[in-house]
Structure formats: structure tokens, C-alpha cells
């Protein structure tokens, strides 16, 4: 294990460590919620969540109802959660703050951070794309407002190219999988499982990734009403996230299993997936609002965002603030 390895370790650590205090408050806000059950309408991606808290053992005895809904991305996440038909929902930075800057009802609330590796641009296997530099006039798929087309950009920033030297194809990750092994398209970006799955399933090839480009950083999301109607719920859903999340990291084979049983997923593409993306929770710190802030500007930049955002108004740093002394 090397040093950056070890300190982000311990760093988990000592989160896990601050968790297990937050915990004590779990039967308060469950007597507070008791008298009047609250149910939560929860988007997830993947059952990523869902399976998360079930294996962990986290599901049980919740003291509130949970209603879960699946989607593919995190698009139609932000779109329920905007029209006010989800309380919570878990997407990528971006697509969070793209939503959040047409003036929607929304805040991050927590979440977490994963490789940056596993934001990738595939190509099929018989390509003659080899390289971020072969990308130039090629058409690339990516999820608008989101991962994909910021990878996108800025993987032709670092090539040296303009973003415009590419075509950019706005297509959600079934759409593009399908276009990408039809050859209606050159290229995909796109993350994990998808990534895992393309690799490992179809062949495909990664060319480029998001090392050095991307906080690549997934927030909990949760609207302005359930943040003040359903605070305790809400609370205690966070808490038990982050709990589920540093158990996880101990556990892959048996998340990847239940993960596969629930989604039909192949769990080995699971267990690929999640073992590259070495997913951890964040604290919503000073540091964290910095860093999305940086990609927010260079988003801004390159067209993808509207206008320029103020980052620490789109997040509620309460509900991780009791584990801030864990970074």
C-alpha cells in the first residue's frame, strides 16, 4: 500500500469512526419519526443504494418507509426530483449542478468520490482509435450536461484540440452502448458499471479517462421541500449511506452478489466496477465546494453549464457536518 493509499485509508477511517457517534442519534430520529411515519421517494441508479443498505444490514427496522424507483441516469433522477416526485436522489456533480442552475429546488447534501478512472471513453475493439489524440472529427456519445460531456471536452482540451473538433452525440448510456456496437457512433463516455460492463461483455476498448480532469464525485441530492418537511428522514438516510459505503469497501464480492441479484447485472462486471471505483464518503467541506467549484468554472467554460454558479449556495453542508472532523 502506498502513502496516498494509506492516508486516504485512515482518512475513511476516521470518518467511519465519526459515524459510529452519529449513530447514537439514529433512535432520537427514530422516536422523532415514529409517532408519524414518513415515507421517502428515493431515486437510485442501478440499485447501486438500494443494494447498498440491504447487504449491509442497513435496511431494517427503518423508522420511515422507503419507495425506490430505478433509473439509468442521472437525467431522469433530476427531473423527478425538479417536478417533485422524489424527496432524494444520488447523481454525478455535474448533472447535479446543470439541473440546480435552472433555478430548481435542490441541494447536495452528501455523497461520494471515486476514481476518476472509471469516468472513461470507450471505443469498440476493432477501432483505429488508439489514443485521446485520434479523437479529432470523431463522433463521441456522451450524456449531455453531465460526465460524458464534460469528459469529453476535456479530454480534447488536454489533447490539445478546441471542443468543437469532435462531434458531440447527447445520448443516455442505453442509447449510446447500442450506438457504440452498431458503429453509429466512434466513441462513448461514459462510467461505471457501464464501463466494466462494455470492457468485459462487448469488447470494448478505453482510450481515455478522467485521471486529472474530474473530482468525479456522486452527491445525494435532495429537494428543498424534503430537506424541510422531512429533515429527520433525510438525515438518518445520509448517515446510513455513509455507514453502508465504508462497510462496502471490506465486502466488495458480497455487494457485487446482491447487487447482481437485485439488478440482473452480471456480478462480475459488479464486482469489477466496484473494486476500480474504490467508492468513499465525503464530507461537504470547504475543500469539496473548491473542487466542484473549479469544474463548475471549466464546465461554464466549455459551454456545458448555462451560467457561472456560486457551488456553496447548491449544497446544505449540515447533514455531513457532523463527520467534518473526520477530514
Do not use: C
Not at 476514481?115 to 489514443?131: C, E, G, M, N, W
Not at 467549484?293 to 466549455?302: C, V
Not at 446544505?316 to 457532523?322: E, H, I, L, V, Y
Amino acid at each position: 500500500m502506498n502513502k496516498l493509499e494509506s492516508t486516504t485509508r485512515s482518512r475513511i477511517r476516521k470518518f467511519g469512526a465519526t459515524l459510529v457517534g452519529a449513530a447514537l442519534g439514529l433512535a432520537i430520529t427514530a422516536s422523532a419519526m415514529a409517532a408519524d411515519t414518513v415515507t421517502l421517494r428515493v431515486g437510485d441508479q442501478k440499485g447501486g443504494n438500494r443494494s447498498l443498505l440491504e447487504i449491509a444490514g442497513l435496511a431494517k427496522d427503518l423508522p420511515y418507509k422507503i419507495e425506490w424507483s430505478e433509473f439509468p441516469a442521472a437525467a431522469p433522477i433530476l427531473e423527478a426530483l425538479n417536478a417533485g416526485a422524489l424527496d432524494v436522489g444520488y447523481t454525478g456533480d455535474l448533472s447535479f449542478l446543470t439541473v440546480y442552475a435552472t433555478g430548481a429546488p435542490i441541494k447536495a447534501i452528501g455523497g461520494t468520490r471515486s476514481d476518476a478512472r472509471t469516468q472513461a471513453i470507450l471505443v469498440r475493439q476493432d477501432s483505429p482509435i488508439k489514443t485521446a489524440a485520434d479523437l479529432k472529427g470523431k463522433r463521441l456519445a456522451g450524456t449531455r450536461g453531465g460526465w460524458g460531456q464534460f469528459l469529453i471536452d476535456a479530454t480534447l482540451e488536454k489533447a490539445g484540440y478546441k471542443v468543437d473538433d469532435a462531434t458531440f452525440a447527447p445520448l443516455g448510456p442505453v442509447d449510446a452502448k447500442i450506438a457504440l456496437v452498431a458503429g453509429s457512433i466512434d466513441g462513448w463516455a461514459v462510467w461505471e458499471p457501464y464501463v466494466s460492463y462494455a470492457t468485459l461483455k462487448d469488447k470494448a476498448r478505453v482510450v481515455a479517462n478522467g485521471e486529472g480532469l474530474t473530482p468525479t464525485i456522486t452527491f445525494i441530492v435532495a429537494s428543498d421541500s424534503a430537506i424541510a418537511t422531512k429533515r429527520a428522514a433525510v438525515q438518518d438516510l445520509v448517515q446510513r449511506l455513509n455507514k453502508a459505503r465504508l462497510w462496502s469497501l471490506d465486502h466488495l464480492p458480497e455487494y457485487a452478489k446482491n447487487t447482481s441479484e437485485l439488478t440482473k447485472l452480471p456480478e462480475d462486471v459488479l464486482l469489477s466496477a466496484y473494486t476500480a471505483q474504490k467508492t468513499s464518503p465525503i464530507v461537504i467541506d470547504a475543500d469539496i465546494v473548491k473542487e466542484v467549484q473549479a469544474a463548475s468554472d471549466r464546465a461554464t467554460r466549455y459551454g456545458i453549464l448555462s451560467k457561472t454558479l456560486d457551488v456553496s449556495k447548491a449544497v446544505d453542508r449540515s447533514f455531513t457536518a457532523a463527520a467534518a472532523g473526520s477530514n
